[in-house]
């Protein structure tokens, strides 16, 4: 085990302990991997390292009380260039600040373990769901029964069909049409909250048969209020073409995203992804960048905010909820949610990679029966 020292932030050097870092046997190594929260650290020279951490808990001495603060339950710790305030953002959107000294910060990387000292630490943000690669939730709708969907992320966060939605076949074998206002894929509340999330990545496949006005295939919110993220990919309104976009929630009256143009031409399937990691709020179509919102100063980093009570909506408006044009006319499939900002490489891969690494045509056409899954397992920033 090495300590990571000052002046020798560098990847290269990094990278150097790779031969002498392998500490633990084969058995230890994946204990820690099962046991290890994952993090990642912004240093103070605006380098950034992942990882995993067997640290349980940081010391915090607030004003009233000395804290020991589970980091499962943080979602980022903020440390200011002087050292005197540390600033702790809650899962449950809480903020805490105080002074904290803690010891190293222990981190399992690729080529082993490192320890941080914290007085190098800018920014550490802690991603409690634990799962390999991020996946939280992973809709294909294929070979399911009755008005259930499952997750086959392994997470949970099972749906049901909602109204007039059924199952038909689509390029990726089964996915979801929708033709009516009250129709829709429900991933209810108790199942899933993004609340407190430090970063995201959602992302679908669909295909308009027709324009309403939103084009809202993605919402979180309940009625009268939104949640944490909505992708949108326009319609119409008043005859004219009607924008669309992806957004966040960063708190209760705080959204930040960019609209587009409408994008989607009728009768062609489509990917859109939606990511935030902080510093931006981005969407991709097919694999390709088509806008970026930098996140204003006074809100980088926060993590979503949702009341509770927030439902997903897929394929009609969740806040709406009497509206009879909030819904899309077409159909769903491959809806993938993820607790991490995926990377540009990592979205093109999804676009247009499967499972075993085979590659597809670009669309259009789409493939015949043969769309990306997601990948199980992502390798690690580089
Ligand atoms: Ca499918």
Redesign the pocket.
């Known amino acids: 085990m090495r300590t990571l020292r000052r002046n020798t932030l560098c990847p290269v050097l990094l990278a150097g302990l790779a031969a002498v870092a392998w500490p633990q046997s084969g058995r230890a190594e994946a204990e820690v991997a099962e046991e290890g929260l994952p993090v990642a650290v912004t240093l103070s020279d605006g380098s950034r390292l992942r990882g995993t951490t067997p640290l349980r808990s940081v010391d915090l001495q607030t004003t009233y009380a000395e804290l020991d603060l589970p980091l499962a339950k943080v979602a980022r710790i903020r440390f200011d260039p002087r050292r005197e305030q540390a600033s702790f953002d809650l899962i449950n959107g809480d903020t805490l600040t105080g002074v904290c000294f803690p010891p190293p910060l222990p981190l399992d990387m690729l080529f082993g373990r490192i320890l941080v000292p914290f007085e190098h630490i800018r920014e550490l943000r802690v991603f409690p769901k634990g799962r390999p690669g991020g996946l939280a939730l992973h809709f294909?709708?294929?070979e399911e029964k009755g008005n259930e969907v499952e997750d086959r992320s392994g997470s949970g966060h099972h749906g049901v069909l909602v109204g007039e939605a059924r199952r038909v076949e689509?390029p990726?074998?089964?996915?979801v049409q929708i033709t009516q206002p009250s129709s829709h894929v429900l991933v209810p509340a108790e199942t899933l909250s993004v609340r407190g999330w430090s970063e995201l990545t959602v992302a679908v496949r669909f295909r308009l048969d027709r324009y309403t006005t939103y084009g809202r295939v993605l919402s979180r919110g309940r009625e009268g209020r939104g949640g944490g993220f909505g992708l949108s990919v326009g319609g119409v309104y008043g005859g004219r073409p009607y924008h669309g976009g992806f957004s966040v929630r960063l708190g209760p009256d705080q959204s930040v995203g960019d609209t587009v143009p409408r994008y989607a031409e009728l009768g062609r399937w489509y990917q859109a992804v939606g990511v935030y990691d902080g510093e931006a709020v981005r969407l991709y179509v097919d694999g390709k960048l088509v806008s970026s919102t930098d996140v204003p100063d006074k809100l980088r980093g926060k993590p979503l905010h949702e009341d509770d009570g927030t439902d997903l909506f897929i394929g009609r408006c969740a806040t709406r909820r009497t509206w009879r044009d909030t819904h899309i006319v077409g159909v769903i499939?491959?809806v993938a949610i993820f607790d991490r900002a995926l990377t540009e490489v990592e979205i093109g891969e999804l676009h247009h990679t499967d499972g075993d690494g085979s590659r597809l045509e670009p669309p259009p056409p789409p493939p015949p029966h043969s769309?990306p899954r997601v990948m199980p397992r992502f390798p690690p920033e580089g």
């Open positions: 294909t709708f294929e689509t990726g074998g089964q996915g499939d491959e769309w």
